[in-house]
């Protein structure tokens, strides 16, 4: 009886577990906001990906994004300028 117990106890761990690792995949909707953010004195790219939610991206790819998606020739920003942050959820 106790194998069995422990067997079933087991098997719904497992399950638990599968379901959380790929329940996360499915999401169904996108959300994308878009926040005007006016950069600070010593603000990089990577400081401001922080700040925001980056759904399914590393901070990393995060910010290579913001940077695409300001058209930045470089990572340097200056004090005072303004760049679009996108900020992506999944629900």
Do not use: H
Not at 27 to 40: A, I, P, S, T
């Amino acid at each position: 009886m106790r194998k069995f117990v422990f067997m079933l106890v087991v098997f719904l761990i497992t399950i638990f577990a599968v379901d959380s690792a790929f329940g996360e995949a499915e999401k169904d909707e996108v959300n994308v906001y878009y926040n005007q953010v006016r950069v600070l004195k010593g603000d990089t790219y990577w400081d401001i990906a922080g700040r925001f939610s980056s759904d399914g991206m590393t901070r990393e790819e995060y910010t290579e994004y913001i940077m695409e998606f300001n058209n930045a020739e470089n990572d340097s920003l200056m004090a005072g300028q303004s760049i679009i942050v996108p900020v992506i959820e999944y629900v």
